[in-house]
């Protein structure tokens, strides 16, 4: 870490002694004060719930400017990335640091694609769980379960283990989303075509049947492609920060997969996009765009606790810069489709005008984030709501793999132990059972 020649100087008002804590610079963004001596030195901890001003680790990875609305993956802007490269060009990216040239792209794919097969097995676990299971619950199992498939590459402080297990991850997950999928209609699975891109493989196995084949559409695939990019990495959100503590304790790179994937399931993570397409459903159903009015009233009213989905971000305080690459992608999807005037399309952008205009939203610089836009590409596309955030772990897979072993092989990481501020009872003994 680069210090950045400033010291910060934490003086108490009761005459304790003052201490001196180093500040490091980033290569962009905020400095960071390092309290790690604070305790040893104070007896005192700091107290950040939510963790609203904690860097909680040094990462090279992926770096955002809230109020700028810029996102880069080691460097490159996401409207570079989501135009000019593929899905498994970023995750090449995100993965070893820089794009790959022409011989390791050719390289990385045919590694992946290699990998699109899961364990026969796999499909007798899955037929463990009911039929309407929710997607999310069955990818949570099912991801798991990797790690009693996959026993030589459980081992996360074996870089070599480490590297296997992330290619079997991004190889396999679009076989397990569409297997969950496949599996709660009632349909056979479709085995990997590995020829296919790696979206156009994705949507084969799920639309395909083995009475019909799945002609690609280019246009749907490259907006599946772009969900995927656009969702990869976010530094460190809530699921990012569960694998990495979930890994800190050297459990095995599938059961933190796992872990990431259970914390993404939240509406206020990963499943506000299906929150916000069932939002929009409901809106719709209730009177539509005549109701948007009577719908934001109930958003902007302190005693409900309805929120507008696909609105807000703790890190975004001005627009997503995924949100504007989705809308464009959305109206290329429903161009492609003929369903410019598809009513919940149409209630989306009224909703979106509406809000961008609202006090309540431009005083605390609400903007749609990208599951405001997501959702209608992928219900278009014909990917049913339940599954939305499934897609949402597919895609970000890579991502806490790259964040995981970035903080594997820090000299500095440690077993991830927040303390706390104790404010319960203190030291009692146990009653009678007659005096209680
Ligand atoms: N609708 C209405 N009010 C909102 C919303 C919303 N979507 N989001 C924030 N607010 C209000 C909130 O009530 C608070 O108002 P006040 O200051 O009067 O109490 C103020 O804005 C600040 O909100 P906050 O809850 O302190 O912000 P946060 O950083 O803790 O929460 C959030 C961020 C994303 C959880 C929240 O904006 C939210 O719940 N949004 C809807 C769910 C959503 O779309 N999540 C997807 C995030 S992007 C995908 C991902 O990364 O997973």
Redesign the pocket.
């Known amino acids: 870490m680069t210090p950045s020649g400033v010291k910060a100087t934490l003086s108490f008002s009761d005459g304790s002694p003052s201490m001196d804590l180093p500040i490091y610079k980033g290569s962009i963004g905020p400095d960071v004060i390092d309290i790690r001596k604070l305790y040893g030195q104070t007896g005192k901890f700091t107290y950040d719930p939510?963790f609203l001003s904690t860097a909680s680790c040094q990462s090279t990875i992926t770096y955002i400017d809230g109020d700028k609305g810029e996102l880069l993956y080691r460097g490159y802007p996401i409207e570079q990335l989501a135009t000019q490269c593929d899905f498994l060009d970023t995750c090449y990216l995100l993965l070893y640091g820089e794009l790959p040239n022409a011989q390791q792209q050719q390289d990385f794919h045919k590694l992946v694609s290699e990998h699109t097969m899961v364990h026969e097995q796999m499909q007798f676990f899955l037929r463990g769980f009911r039929r309407d299971a929710h997607p999310m619950a069955v990818m949570t199992g099912l991801v798991g379960a990797l790690s009693a498939f996959y026993h030589d590459s459980t081992d996360i402080n074996d870089p070599r283990h480490r590297e296997i297990a992330a290619i079997r991850l991004i190889a396999k997950m679009p076989t397990l989303v569409a297997m969950a999928y496949k599996y709660g209609e009632g349909q056979p699975y479709v085995y990997p075509r590995n020829k296919l891109s790696y979206a156009g493989n994705f949507m084969r196995m799920m639309f395909a049947t083995p009475c019909e084949d799945y002609e690609p559409n280019e246009v749907l695939v490259r907006a599946m492609d772009r969900i995927f990019i656009l969702h990869a990495d976010?530094e460190q959100?809530?699921s990012t920060s569960t694998v990495r503590l979930c890994g800190s304790s050297g459990t095995n790179p599938f059961a933190a997969i796992a872990a990431g994937v259970a914390c993404?399931w939240g509406?206020?993570?990963?499943g506000?996009n299906e929150?916000?397409l069932n939002m929009l459903e409901d809106i719709q159903r209730n009177g539509g765009v005549e109701k948007i009015g009577e719908f934001i009233k109930q958003?902007?009213d302190?005693n409900s606790s309805v929120?507008?989905?696909?609105?807000?971000?703790?890190v975004y305080k001005n627009y997503?810069p995924r949100a504007k690459l989705m809308r464009e992608t959305c109206h290329e999807v429903l161009g492609a489709l003929g369903l410019e005037n598809d009513p919940l399309f149409k209630l989306a952008m009224s909703l979106e005008k509406i809000a961008l205009e609202d006090e309540?939203?431009v005083a605390?610089k609400?903007y749609p984030?990208?599951?405001?836009y997501s959702g209608i590409v992928q219900r278009a596309i014909g990917i049913p709501v339940s599954l939305f955030t499934a897609i949402?772990a597919l895609a970000r897979t890579v991502g806490w793999i790259a964040q995981l072993n970035e903080m594997i092989g820090d000299p500095e990481y440690k077993i991830g132990r927040p303390r706390q501020l104790f404010v319960g009872s203190q030291r009692r003994d146990v009653p009678p059972l007659d005096k209680r």
């Open positions: 939510g976010h959100n809530a993404l509406p206020a993570h990963g506000a929150a916000a958003v902007k302190k929120k507008l989905m696909g609105f807000g971000h703790r997503d309540y939203f605390r609400l984030n990208v599951d405001f949402f």
